[in-house]
């Protein structure tokens, strides 16, 4: 098992950044459920790295890693805390190819529009995950799902998502809208004229859409949102967290789902 490279260790350290992920071509996985999740996927690990005091998880999981056919290199303690962007590191990482972009219509999708806080661009995925949605739309401002912090807080459901990024949501609702006739698709709006809980069935197709949380879905969006629906609340918050919000929605049409 060979030491890395002073140069591929610089290389890495710029992963960090989503511009030099693009450019690279790759991203950075750390710690141990995220590249156990990594590893049985279907994206390509380029090598795996861990710190020269590597505990005995992390040491198994190497193993593991290994005798899948993928490298293992090792990286001093203090250089391989320089390389993770985890406060406290957990003693393994994988560099791995980024996937694909998709570019087809799903027949049901989640979209978000200017969640810039990749944490809960992590968050939203692992619920999503958790609710059978894999087909994930990014419009606008949103934070790079392979940086960092949006992984960890992903747990490995990334891995498991069809991700389309645009520069252009409403182009793609509206073809969306076009293929699926009779399908609705949904905005969760504040002021949403519906209630979800006024929600009572969901055709074949259908899509939702959410929007920061300061300042909501953008006009050119919204005019593609066919089901305008608020979530009710008693109190006197001015909006719920984007992340909460997504488990509230997805929750009530998962239920819907297997009603039908």
């Known amino acids: 098992?060979?030491?890395?490279?002073?140069?591929?260790?610089?290389?890495?350290?710029?992963?960090?950044?989503?511009?030099?992920?693009?450019?690279?071509?790759?991203?950075?996985?750390?710690?141990?459920?995220?590249?156990?999740?990594?590893?049985?996927?279907?994206i390509t690990i380029q090598y795996a790295v861990i710190s020269d005091d590597a505990n005995e998880q992390a040491l198994q999981l190497a193993k593991e890693i290994e005798e899948a056919g993928i490298e293992v290199c090792k990286a001093g303690t203090s250089a391989f805390e320089r390389m993770s962007d985890a406060q406290t590191p957990q003693d393994i990482f994988c560099i791995a190819e980024l996937p694909d972009i998709e570019h087809g219509l799903p027949e049901c999708f989640l979209a978000l529009e200017d969640i810039n806080d990749p944490g809960n661009i992590g968050t939203i995925f692992r619920t999503a995950d958790w609710f059978g949605i894999h087909s994930?739309?990014?419009?606008?401002?949103?934070?790079d799902p392979f940086g960092p912090k949006a992984l960890r807080s992903a747990m490995g459901s990334t891995f498991r998502m069809n991700i389309q990024s645009t520069d252009n949501l409403p182009s793609i609702l509206q073809s969306w809208k076009k293929k699926y006739v009779e399908g609705e698709i949904l905005g969760m709006i504040v002021h949403g004229k519906h209630s979800l809980q006024d929600l009572q069935e969901l055709p074949r197709n259908w899509g939702i859409i959410l929007g920061s949380e300061s300042h909501g879905l953008s006009k050119q969006t919204s005019e593609y949102v066919t089901l305008p629906i608020r979530i009710d609340g008693a109190g006197s918050a001015e909006s719920l967290n984007v992340g909460i919000a997504t488990g509230i929605s997805l929750y009530h049409c998962f239920t819907l789902l297997k009603k039908q």
């Open 1 to 42: 098992m060979d030491y890395l490279s002073k140069a591929e260790q610089a290389r890495i350290r710029l992963l960090g950044k989503k511009r030099e992920r693009m450019e690279q071509g790759r991203f950075i996985a750390e710690g141990m459920k995220v590249c156990k999740e990594l590893l049985g996927s279907s």
């Open 136 to 143: 994930i739309i990014l419009g606008g401002t949103c934070a």
